[in-house]
């Protein structure tokens, strides 16, 4: 079924499903996803096409796009008050991108830095559609007239280029066929760090499995990874101010907040002046105990891979409804039609 628009809006957001689903995908995205469901009609995708903008074994990518679905429904994304579905079964998304890439500037997508970043010193080898992906995500959240987007700080850039694409496009065929899309940044565990680097993203493409937590991770390895995480020799402040030049104890910090929804000056209270391995043995408590349902449920999903399948299935065929007459739209628009 599809819901009538909710007075909040419309939401939209979407992961890849790259395999090691963590503790940041749930802190940054996947848990506010499931608290937005009351106040917003929401859309949520398992962006397969963006996936494969990096090579993807295809005999893994199907496994993958279920275990973010499982991951999404795991967290408590709810297929029946939320369209969940995977991005290439809805060719909106591709059809709209083509349109986008006709819409935006190459001196937009330069100004990116997600794309230097991921490309790094092999520029020149990096896929097109790597450099391009952020007219495709824009496309994403334009084809049903999303009104806001959750996301990190990392990803504002491309929401603002999603707004500039809106603009033009209005503006170029005289229409206000696009709304001003508005981010919703969410509070702390927005961005979770490294468990072995606090300057860098917690991520799913690190090689090393000890700079994450996965959503899969028994108890045992996840208070192995907590007890080998870095930290520093100094005991914890009293406030988060104090903070500022530790940024692997920012992170354990701020994890332990995101994960009690504390903010961090009432857990720096709360410890102040013990050391980590303290603090350790509490946050591994902590984790131990929020990501354990979580687990468990991601685990039983996945045993039933025709009933991922099924809700994928239903989700696409809603939002194909959707997306089709707002297409139209746009094609009107552009002359096609």
Request: charged share 25%; hydrophobic share 40%.
């Amino acid at each position: 079924m599809t819901t009538a628009l909710k007075s909040a809006g419309r939401v939209f957001s979407g992961a890849q499903p790259s395999g090691n689903m963590h503790l940041g995908n749930y802190l940054g995205a996947f848990r506010n996803w499931a608290r937005l469901q009351d106040e917003y009609e929401s859309i949520y995708c398992v962006v397969d096409m963006h996936a494969i903008t990096v090579w993807q074994n295809p005999a893994e990518l199907q496994n993958q796009i279920r275990e973010a679905a499982a991951a999404y429904m795991a967290s408590g994304v709810d297929p029946s008050r939320s369209i969940l579905y995977n991005q290439s079964k809805v060719a909106g998304h591709a059809e709209l991108a083509w349109i986008f890439n006709c819409v935006a500037r190459l001196g937009w997508l330069n100004r990116m830095t997600q794309f230097k970043d991921k490309a790094g010193k092999n520029r020149e080898k990096a896929s097109v559609g790597l450099y391009i992906y952020p007219n495709l995500m824009a496309a994403d959240i334009l084809l049903y007239k999303a009104t806001h987007v959750p996301v990190g700080a990392d990803q504002k850039q491309h929401l603002e280029l999603t707004r500039d694409i809106a603009q033009k496009f209005n503006n170029d065929y005289g229409t206000d066929l696009f709304p001003m899309t508005e981010p919703l940044i969410m509070g702390e565990g927005a961005r979770v760090m490294s468990l072995r680097d606090g300057s860098k993203k917690m991520s799913k493409s690190e090689p090393s499995d000890m700079t994450r937590i996965n959503l899969n991770d028994d108890a045992d390895t996840l208070a192995n990874k907590i007890r080998k995480a870095r930290t520093d020799a100094e005991p914890l402040p009293g406030n988060s101010g104090a903070l500022e030049s530790r940024p692997e104890a920012t992170n354990l910090v701020g994890i332990y907040a995101a994960l009690m929804d504390q903010d961090r000056d009432s857990v720096c209270a709360e410890f102040e002046g013990r050391g980590f391995g303290d603090f350790k043995k509490a946050l591994t408590e902590v984790v131990v105990t929020k990501l354990a349902p979580i687990t468990g449920e991601m685990a039983r999903l996945q045993k039933d891979p025709a009933y991922i399948d099924s809700v994928l299935k239903d989700g696409a065929e809603r939002a194909s409804a959707l997306a089709e007459p707002i297409l139209a739209e746009i094609k009107r628009a552009v002359g096609y039609i």
